[in-house]
């Protein structure tokens, strides 16, 4: 929408293909014609046709639609229909597997050790190669449809089995997973010589859980100075080595200092919408008026100043209609919708944007707690805060001996699977007011499901990382501290409020 009314504006005629008749875009004075049509080579090509009959069609834009249209991005040069913006070859550079891998290398930028299976047996080997755990998923899938963390051999051979056709043309990539490593995504406008980076967001869930479904924060709440301006370099390293023209997005993963490029998009990612309200620019306009030929020097944009508010983007989930749906967040994408919270903190960010998205933070009461053995180190610190903050803990036995080592006070409530009465009906009961359930492997998943489940059935918050849970303590600590504010999202910009 933003990129029809930018090019209108520039005095061209402007022509929507979509797919979707529910969107905004779709409304009839949004762009100059409109075709409801479906988003695949024959079509586009064949309404382009027509178009041509009547004037000349300076080219199109593939890269405002996801993935789907930039699948169209090798058909349409190649019936002689011009793409505005980064071209075909580029394109293909940041989406072929083996194409990007040789560009990494040349620009000396890490990624996680990986490889493309074909077979069964080549998944394996690869597996072994690059050690467990890994993230596998199938080629040319879209919201990591499939998409799966995988801890040992027999659940590599489960998936193979039955999650995917594996072929030649088809294979599934194998990615080592990076774990507790901290995702970052970052978007920025390119044309062709220089670089503007938009936003570099810092998600609040570890690397592992798609990028759609974790909370996000702009500027980045625990990164270094010095470590967001190598994301910076990196990013402007990459637009320029493809050859991007219009917008770009890259996911990273950083671990132990190090960071590692996850995957390159050449195109507007969904967090443009978050970072054009965030940073108070129209990056969706520009980014189209770059690919029609203008400068980014035109704009007199600065990447380099501090922002003074914070924002943090939540992700919005349907699971309450959806009665057997598990709710425990992976690689494959579940959310439907996003929110957005600002303050002048993190914290007050966070919890605004919990409210967004219908979660309301208690402020007292009982914390119930059940975490997987990696994430009972970090355990302590939040168990601690929440006593002291007033809340009474309940765990499972496991998690309430490290507690309990710290010195701190707990009560011990049964699994469901050691007998009544057990965790669920404490959550049933009333007695819980916060859930914290972690759990790792295809068995204790399962086990916990009842918790996850009983705690949205009754509308008590619950979080199934560790990062979540800790965003959430601190934000439980910023509204004991005073109430929150609402002002106009302008006031941030104009420094009003």
């Known amino acids: 929408m933003h990129a029809a009314y930018a090019l209108r504006e520039a005095g061209f005629e402007t022509i929507m293909v979509n797919c979707n008749p529910e969107t905004v875009s779709t409304d009839y004075d949004t762009s100059d014609r409109l075709y409801f049509e479906p988003l695949t080579a024959e079509d586009v090509i064949a309404l382009v046709r027509r178009e041509q009959e009547v004037g000349n069609v300076l080219g199109c834009i593939v890269q405002y639609g996801g993935q789907t249209p930039l699948k169209l991005s090798q058909a349409l040069p190649a019936a002689g229909i011009p793409i505005l913006g980064t071209s075909a070859d580029a394109i293909d550079v940041a989406e072929d597997r083996e194409r990007f891998q040789q560009l990494l290398q040349k620009l000396g930028l890490k990624q996680p050790d990986n490889g493309i299976a074909r077979s069964t047996q080549e998944a394996e080997a690869i597996a072994e190669r690059v050690g467990y755990p890994i993230v596998i ?119 132990d200092g190090a960071v590692y490029v996850l995957e390159v998009n050449p195109r507007a990612s969904r967090t443009v919408p978050f970072v054009a309200k965030a940073t108070g620019v129209a990056i969706a306009k520009i980014g189209a008026l770059v690919m029609a030929g203008q400068k980014l020097e035109k704009f007199a944009l600065d990447d380099t100043a501090i922002s003074r508010h914070v924002a943090v983007k939540e992700a919005v989930f349907p699971f309450a209609r959806f009665p057997s749906v598990d709710t425990i967040l992976g690689p494959e994408m579940k959310s439907t919708g996003e929110v957005m919270g600002l303050d002048h903190s993190f914290e007050r960010a966070f919890a605004k944007a919990q409210l967004g998205a219908g979660v ?83 068995q204790s998943t399962a086990d916990s499901f009842d918790i996850r489940r009983n705690a949205l059935t009754h509308g008590i918050p619950h979080y199934t990382t560790i990062a979540g849970a800790r965003a959430a303590v601190h934000a439980i600590a910023a509204l004991k501290a005073g109430t929150l504010e609402v002002a106009p999202l302008q006031s941030y910009f104009h420094g009003s409020y």
């Open 137 to 255: 998923r199938p080629s040319y899938v879209l919201g990591g449809r499939a998409m799966e963390i995988v801890f040992e051999k027999p659940q590599l051979q489960r998936y193979m089995r039955e999650a995917v056709q594996v072929s030649g043309k088809n294979p599934v990539l194998i990615d080592r997973y990076l774990n507790d490593a901290i995702e970052v995504d970052v978007d920025c406008i390119c044309d062709g010589t220089s670089v503007y980076v938009a936003g570099v967001m810092e998600h609040i869930e570890e690397a592992g859980i798609h990028s759609g479904d974790s909370a996000c924060s702009l500027p980045p709440y625990s990164l270094s100075p010095s470590m967001i301006t190598e994301l910076k370099d990196e990013t402007d390293a990459l637009a320029r080595a493809i050859g991007v023209v219009g917008l770009m997005n890259v996911q990273y993963a950083i671990k």
């Open 360 to 442: 309301v933070l208690p402020t007292g009461g009982c914390v119930f707690l059940s975490v997987r053995d990696n994430d009972k180190p970090g355990l302590v610190a939040l168990a601690r805060r929440l006593t002291e903050m007033g809340f009474s803990i309940l765990a499972t036995r496991g998690t309430a001996v490290r507690i309990r080592e710290a010195g701190l006070p707990v009560r011990v409530v049964n699994k469901v699977l050691e007998g009544r009465p057990h965790c669920v009906d404490a959550i049933r009961s009333g007695d819980i007011q916060m859930v914290i359930n972690t759990s790792q492997g295809a």
